[in-house]
């Protein structure tokens, strides 16, 4: 029962986002996130796409933490 509840709830959350997207009134992210990984927890596809977007985070903060440092040959 609780499996089913949380499927409903990250699919809800995910429409919603979805709906936020389209409408300007709320930002869709803001639901979309949290939905996908609650649905993490039953599908390696979807798993598979939050590290993605995980390890190109990290990426895009490395490379501007990189950029706000002074050069020490100058």
């Known amino acids: 029962m ?5 499927i ?3 699919i809800g959350l ?7 997207l389209i409408l300007p009134i709320m930002p869709g992210w803001v639901f979309i996130i949290p939905g996908l990984v609650i649905l993490a927890d039953y599908s390696p596809r979807i798993r598979r796409v939050l590290e993605w977007a995980r390890q190109k985070v ?10 706000d440092r002074p050069d020490p040959g100058k």
């Open 58 to 67: 990290e990426g895009v903060r490395s490379s501007a933490t990189m950029k």
């Open 8 to 10: 409903r709830a990250g």
């Open 2 to 6: 609780k499996k089913i509840f949380r």
């Open 14 to 20: 995910i429409l919603v986002g979805i709906v936020g």
